[in-house]
């Protein structure tokens, strides 16, 4: 499914031959759209034997109607991206942190040649608090997304056994300092809702 001006565009394209099947603007992208355009399909001649899409509900219900011979299998692209923003999100608000650091400790240098350092001093310790945490959310979050989309998420790497291990790992990680981010803890509902389909992939 692919979009414009707001609107949705079904398509359905052959991987090995790029072959475009299907290319139809819709006014929606439910169940009964895409039966209609997989029914045309079908009879003349679609049937494959794997079809990889995103989790849209239309499509994905559809698929199981139309073609329930068809292995569906589902991407990881849309849950690498928002991995990659939530890595993104995590390092600006170190960057953010450690700007406010120094920030304080200009106005502490500043304050000290008036005698008053002391008055910055508890600030200037929660400063360094919150850039020690920062730092350590990114790089943490940073390592284990990366995890995710190169040694888990790949099927060419682990067999399925170990991928869920390692996935089930990176789920705890992650939930350990979910807490302190709320995009983290959004970040680990849909691997959590997405676990079966993605290991599947």
């Not at 700007?99 to 304050?111: F, G, H, P, R, S």
């Amino acid at each position: 499914e692919i979009f414009h001006r707001n609107k949705p565009i079904l398509a359905v394209v052959d991987i090995r031959s790029r072959y475009c099947a299907r290319l139809t603007l819709e006014d929606c992208r439910d169940a009964e759209t895409w039966a209609i355009h997989l029914l045309d399909l079908k009879a003349q001649g679609f049937q494959p034997e794997v079809n990889i899409s995103d989790m849209g509900a239309g499509m994905t219900k559809a698929f199981k109607d139309i073609l329930p011979d068809t292995e569906h299998r589902f991407d990881h692209f849309h849950l690498i991206k928002v991995g990659k923003e939530l890595v993104r999100y995590l390092k600006n608000q170190k960057k953010a942190a450690v700007t406010y650091q120094i920030n304080v400790l200009e106005k502490m240098d500043k304050a000290k040649k008036k005698g008053k350092g002391n008055t910055l001093s508890t600030k200037l310790n929660q400063a360094c608090k919150e850039t020690t945490q920062a730092e350590y959310i990114y790089e943490h979050v940073s390592i284990l997304c990366t995890w995710l989309q190169y040694d888990i998420l790949q099927l060419g790497g682990h067999n399925p056994a170990d991928r869920e291990k390692l996935f089930d790992f990176v789920l705890a990680e992650l939930s350990s300092v979910a807490v302190l981010s709320h995009r983290i803890k959004s970040f680990v509902s849909s691997l959590s809702n997405q676990k079966e389909n993605l290991l599947s992939s």
